[in-house]
């Protein structure tokens, strides 16, 4: 993908630069991990984001192409564990580990709706700490 400057910090409001927005870079790198299980996940399950250890390295201008990879590192029950990274045409921008959970499609969105009713039960003005 090439960086427009709807992709920059400046643009999506992670920061003033015209340089390719972390959140942007995240983002592709998310998608990556998506794509690299999208054939052994059966279609009533889908996998979630759970964690993220990101570093962005080194600033991509406006017009510059860059790709994300993803590779499954790690299988722990229902959690799958990659490494992930992002390259520009000048070499590393991003790298980490992501942490993605196989869900049921069904259940995650019941469970998604739920907030609602447990955002009624909230006290107003309350937080849970």
Known sequence: ????????????????????????????????AVKAVAAEI?????????????????????????EARATLLEVEGRVLVFAVSAED??????????????VRREGFAERTEGRWAEAAARPAGGSDK
Request: aromatic share 0%; charged share 15%; proline share 6%.
């Open 1 to 32: 993908m090439v960086v427009d400057q709807g992709m920059t910090a400046a643009s999506q409001g992670s920061g003033e630069m015209n340089g390719l927005a972390t959140p942007v870079m995240i983002r592709l790198m998310e998608e990556a």
């Open 42 to 66: 059966t279609p009533e399950l889908t996998t979630v984001g759970t964690r993220l250890e990101i570093t962005h390295v080194a600033p991509t201008p406006v017009g510059m192409k860059v």
């Open 89 to 102: 045409e000048a070499g590393v921008i991003g790298k980490g580990t992501h942490q993605r959970a196989i």
